[in-house]
């Protein structure tokens, strides 16, 4: 079995994988959305401290398990450093302890396998990535051979969800929020900017929208003055133009690309209304659609555990004293490729 810890942002989560069957043995995640909702954001030095009460206290229920382990693996990257060291120190201490090998994780690349948790994967495959800190859409040829076609060019699909909510003073986080509250609302009220409309550009960008959204809350007396169907109006709109925004430049990607299986991963891909939306896309494009659980759409251990499943087969081993973060974000949509 193999031991996976995810501590990149605010959920505290540690699972045991079987690697032959690929079975999820154990899953357990503490979030920290109760704690940071008060700041309306994830509050870095925060989250590092309640890592550091919760991981231990999962940990503790895994004991069990400990004489089946083969390999402990944990995301180093990328993430907010002071979150990451946490899981980083747990599974050096736990690799040493057992002397058994310990498995660095792209986050990333854990979001791409939550599609295969208890299942063989199924590849090539073209993926969109929307998550709070990401916007891409990935070829995933084979395991370790990735190309990102296009990212964001500022904000991500769940940064702009969670602080478009902030500014309509919905709470946090805001991504569930904003979803059920535009089932209540016309999408066709207001009419905000789709970004990168008239641009040849295959790149996503949602700063312009954010901003948008911005003025038309200030144009409604703010906060104070908006009423609950202004707001569920507003959040409509906004969830709509986000769904033009992907699909336009999806799109693009879709009519060059020969891949006919399709995925959507990322916290952000638990939202239904854009799962519709690419399930209709996908049926355009005569492409298959894959999705993960919805349990495993956030961020979890249990995906770390998939696919450190295929790195513990091509033994892609680190020495634990050499492991660092990586935590740049310019880093990140390179270290894909």
Known sequence: MILSIESSCDDSSIAITEIE??????????????????YGGVVPELASRLHAVALPQILQETKPYFKHLKAIAVTNQPGL??????????????????????IPVH???????????????????????????????????????????????????????????????LG????????????QGD??????????????????????????????VAALGGVEGMS?????????????????????????????EPIKDVAIVGGASANLYLRNAYENLCHTFG????????EYCSDNAAMIGRYAIEAYKNQLFVDPNTLDIV????????MLL
């Open 21 to 38: 069957s690929k079975k999820v043995i154990f899953h357990k995640k503490i979030s920290q959305e109760a704690e940071h909702s008060f």
């Open 81 to 102: 450093g002071v979150t990451l060291l946490e899981g980083i120190a747990m599974a050096k201490t736990l690799s040493v302890f057992l002397d058994i090998p310990l």
């Open 107 to 169: 986050h990333l690349k854990g979001h791409i396998y939550s599609l295969f948790i208890e299942k063989e994967p199924v590849l090539p495959l073209l993926v969109l990535l929307i998550s709070g800190g990401h916007t891409q859409i990935i070829r995933v040829e084979r395991f370790e051979h990735m190309e990102i076609l296009a990212t964001s060019m500022d904000d991500s699909v769940g940064e702009s969800f969670d602080k478009c909510a902030k500014m309509m003073g």
């Open 172 to 183: 946090y986080p805001g991504g569930p929020l904003i979803e059920a509250l535009a089932k």
């Open 187 to 216: 999408e066709n009220r207001f009419e905000l900017p789709v970004p990168l409309r008239n641009s040849a550009l295959i790149a996503f960008s949602l700063s312009g929208l954010k901003n948008a959204v911005r003025l038309q």
């Open 228 to 256: 609950e169907q202004d707001c569920a109006d507003l959040a409509a709109c906004f969830q709509k133009t986000v769904k033009l925004h992907l699909l336009q430049k999806s799109k693009k990607i879709f009519a060059t």
């Open 287 to 294: 492409k298959t659609l894959h999705v993960a659980p919805l």
């Open 327 to 334: 935590s740049t974000k310019k880093q990140h949509s390179q």
